[in-house]
C-alpha cells in the first residue's frame, strides 16, 4: 500500500466524525440538491460522492446503458457545492471488465484532482437479471473486478472505488482480499451499525446506510472528516 494512501485510511479509520453523502440512479428523479448542502451533507454519487455533501449519481450499465439525468444530476450537485461522482452497474455477464470500464471512462466515469469530482465507483452487487454471481465462479469475478480497476487505474492514476455488500462479496469473490489495499470500499449495509466488513478491508471509506434521504436518493456517510475527505477527492 503506497505511504500516502495508508496515512488517510489510517487517519479514517479512527476518526470519529462522518460526513453525510447520498446517491441517485435515474429513476430517482426528485432531487434538492441545494437543500441537501443546507442540510450539511457534501457528497453525492450519481451512478456519483462528496464529502460534506457526498451526490453519487448513477452514469453507466454494463456496455449498452447510459443515464439520461446523469449530466443534469452532475451539474445540479456541482453548482450546490458538493463533491460529486459516478458509478458503473456491473454486468460481469455481458463483457469484460476492461471494456465496460472504457464504457463507464467514456461516459462521466472519469475522475480529476480538482478537489470535487471522486474516483470513480463499480458498483458490483446482487443481479437483477439473473444468477447471483452472474454466472461466474469466485476466481473469474475477481479476475473481472480487477481487470476493471486495471483499466480505469491506466486512464485515470487512481483505482476505482468498490461498491458491494458482506454477503455477496463473500458469495461472489469467496471474500477475495485482493482489493483492501487499493480500492475504497463502499459497504451497503441498511442498518444501524456498519456490521462485519468483509474482503479484507480494515474499515469502509464510505457506508450506504439507509435506502432513503430526505432530499433525494440513499443516504451515504464518508467516515472521516470533511478535511480527509477533501483529501481523498484530491488523491
Known amino acids: 500500500m ?7 485510511l489510517v487517519a ?6 462522518s460526513v453525510q453523502g447520498f446517491d441517485i440512479s435515474g429513476y430517482q ?32 450499465e454494463g456496455t449498452t446503458f447510459t443515464d439520461s439525468t446523469f449530466s443534469s444530476h452532475y451539474t445540479g450537485a456541482t453548482s450546490a457545492g458538493l463533491i460529486r461522482g459516478g458509478y458503473h452497474f456491473a454486468r460481469p455477464d455481458t463483457s469484460s471488465g476492461a471494456t465496460q470500464a472504457s464504457f463507464f471512462l467514456a461516459h462521466g466515469g472519469g475522475w480529476s484532482s480538482d478537489g ?13 437479471y439473473g444468477a447471483t454471481c452472474y454466472g461466474l465462479s469466485a476466481s473469474s469475478m475477481v479476475a473481472w473486478i480487477r481487470d476493471f480497476g486495471e483499466t480505469y487505474k491506466s486512464a485515470t492514476g487512481r483505482y476505482p472505488m468498490i461498491y458491494t455488500t458482506a454477503d455477496w462479496w463473500n458469495t461472489c469473490t469467496g471474500g477475495s482480499t485482493a482489493f483492501s489495499q487499493d480500492y475504497p470500499l463502499v459497504l451497503a449495509r441498511y442498518s444501524s451499525s456498519v456490521g462485519t466488513i468483509p474482503g479484507g478491508w480494515p474499515y469502509q471509506s464510505f457506508w450506504q446506510n439507509a435506502d432513503s434521504y ?4 440513499d443516504s451515504d456517510l464518508w467516515n472521516g472528516s470533511e478535511a480527509a475527505l477533501q483529501t481523498f477527492a484530491r488523491g
Open 12 to 17: 479514517v479509520g479512527v476518526a470519529q466524525a
Open 214 to 217: 430526505a432530499y433525494g436518493g
Open 29 to 60: 428523479s426528485n432531487v434538492d440538491f441545494a437543500g441537501a448542502y443546507s442540510s450539511g451533507a457534501r457528497i453525492q454519487m450519481d451512478g456519483t460522492h462528496e464529502l460534506t455533501t457526498i451526490v453519487v449519481r448513477q452514469a453507466t
Open 116 to 128: 470535487i469530482t471522486l474516483p470513480g465507483m463499480l458498483d458490483i452487487e446482487y443481479n437483477p
Open 2 to 8: 503506497k505511504a500516502s494512501l495508508l496515512s488517510l
